[in-house]
């Protein structure tokens, strides 16, 4: 497959074109560097600098890869904001980015004839399950702005597929940390937000303490439970899902995570075998529910896919990456 990356240059994006490149796929990168870097780009993909809300970007891509004869298969979508509370902050930003970004990547897509789509959407659009597991066939209630952004995305993509007859492979994530095995590439960026990184950074002391922020959830032991998924297996699963729609068998809309639960105190007292974390609680944070786990019992019938790296694997790859980033 010739396989278009949007917002390939950032963490997830990247990983995934890293391991489009080793499953034998061409792949090409569109990013406008705004918080990429080109260091995660492939050194065997082609880049071109674009922002997804041009269209004329995305087309003089798709253009110029159709000149030999040889256009692309399928486009992935990584380019969204995607911090919770910068969302309740700046909810017009959000809207912009997100689904406006989407709508004109999506008109390109259709003029230039690609009919395949991978879409990141996120656990985010679920809201606050009363279960606080996730099928994907629960309400969809969001409770911020990143979330409600997605989930306009997802209704898009549908639309426009009947319309025009897309097949999409849509994915709600749930939370993805750690690093690449190679450590060649990992999240590296100026503002973190996801607890896994804070938790490393307090660990090599590049950040005085962790702040966990809520005690008093309805949770075991008061903090938020989230399902935790290691950025290799998301990548991986993300191979699978374009090949699953580019083969004809349809489009299809799944999970993706671990399966299981922990708390924000089971992952410090997990990262504590690894390194002394330094923390202290603080008030909660807006739009956080108290528990996100995923059912992925979909991705595993329709997709073959199986999460193979566990919580430890995903703490000690990220302070792997972060210590040789840092010299440490």
Same mark, same amino acid.
């Given at each position: 497959?010739?396989?278009?990356?949007?917002?390939?240059?950032?963490?997830?994006?990247?990983?995934?074109?890293?391991?489009?490149?080793?499953?034998?796929?061409?792949?090409?990168?569109?990013?406008?560097?705004?918080?990429?870097?080109?260091?995660?780009?492939?050194?065997?993909?082609?880049?071109?600098?674009?922002?997804?809300?041009?269209?004329?970007?995305?087309?003089?891509?798709?253009?110029?890869?159709?000149?030999?004869?040889?256009?692309?298969?399928?486009?992935?979508?990584?380019?969204?904001?995607?911090?919770?509370?910068?969302?309740?902050?700046?909810?017009?930003?959000?809207?912009?980015?997100?689904?406006?970004?989407?709508?004109?990547?999506?008109?390109?897509?259709?003029?230039?004839?690609?009919?395949?789509?991978?879409?990141?959407?996120?656990?985010?659009?679920?809201?606050?399950?009363?279960?606080?597991?996730?099928?994907?066939?629960?309400?969809?209630?969001?409770?911020?702005?990143?979330?409600?952004?997605?989930?306009?995305?997802?209704?898009?993509?549908?639309?426009?597929?009947?319309?025009?007859?897309?097949?999409?492979?849509?994915?709600?994530?749930?939370?993805?940390?750690?690093?690449?095995?190679?450590?060649?590439?990992? &999240?590296?960026? %100026?503002?973190?937000?996801?607890?896994?990184? #804070?938790?490393? /950074?307090?660990? =090599?002391? $590049?950040?005085?303490? *962790?702040?966990?922020?809520?005690?008093?959830?309805?949770?075991?032991?008061?903090?938020?439970?989230?399902?935790?998924?290691?950025?290799?297996?998301?990548?991986?699963?993300?191979?699978?899902?374009?090949?699953?729609?580019?083969?004809?068998?349809?489009?299809?809309?799944?999970?993706?995570?671990?399966?299981?639960?922990?708390?924000?105190?089971?992952?410090?007292?997990?990262?504590?075998?690894?390194?002394?974390?330094?923390?202290?609680?603080?008030?909660?944070?807006?739009?956080?529910?108290?528990? &996100?786990?995923? %059912?992925?019992?979909?991705?595993?019938?329709? #997709?073959?896919? /199986?999460?193979? =790296?566990? $919580?430890?694997?995903? *703490?000690?790859?990220?302070?792997?990456?972060?210590?040789?980033?840092?010299?440490?």
């Amino acid at each position: 497959m010739k396989v278009l990356v949007v917002g390939g240059a950032g963490y997830i994006g990247g990983h995934t074109g890293y391991e489009l490149v080793r499953a034998g796929h061409d792949v090409v990168v569109l990013d406008n560097l705004s918080t990429g870097n080109l260091h995660n780009v492939h050194p065997d993909a082609r880049f071109y600098w674009g922002d997804i809300r041009n269209k004329t970007d995305i087309t003089r891509v798709l253009t110029a890869e159709a000149a030999d004869g040889q256009p692309v298969d399928v486009a992935m979508h990584f380019a969204a904001k995607l911090i919770v509370p910068e969302s309740v902050s700046q909810p017009l930003a959000y809207y912009e980015n997100n689904v406006e970004g989407l709508r004109t990547m999506l008109e390109a897509l259709v003029d230039c004839g690609v009919r395949n789509v991978v879409f990141s959407s996120t656990a985010a659009v679920y809201g606050e399950p009363a279960s606080g597991i996730c099928r994907e066939d629960d309400p969809t209630v969001p409770i911020n702005p990143y979330g409600e952004t997605k989930l306009a995305c997802e209704k898009m993509i549908r639309w426009v597929a009947e319309a025009h007859g897309l097949n999409y492979c849509i994915f709600r994530y749930f939370n993805v940390a750690g690093a690449d095995a190679s450590l060649e590439i990992g &999240l590296d960026k %100026d503002q973190l937000t996801h607890l896994v990184p #804070l938790v490393m /950074q307090a660990a =090599l002391g $590049l950040r005085e303490k *962790l702040f966990i922020f809520g005690d008093d959830y309805d949770t075991p032991d008061g903090t938020c439970v989230r399902d935790y998924i290691h950025i290799t297996d998301l990548a991986q699963a993300h191979v699978l899902g374009a090949e699953y729609i580019t083969s004809g068998q349809g489009s299809l809309l799944v999970n993706l995570g671990s399966g299981s639960g922990y708390s924000v105190k089971e992952v410090v007292e997990a990262a504590e075998a690894l390194a002394h974390i330094p923390c202290e609680y603080a008030p909660r944070r807006p739009g956080d529910p108290a528990r &996100l786990t995923a %059912d992925i019992s979909r991705a595993r019938q329709l #997709l073959g896919w /199986q999460p193979k =790296l566990d $919580l430890a694997t995903i *703490l000690k790859s990220d302070l792997d990456f972060r210590r040789k980033l840092n010299g440490a």
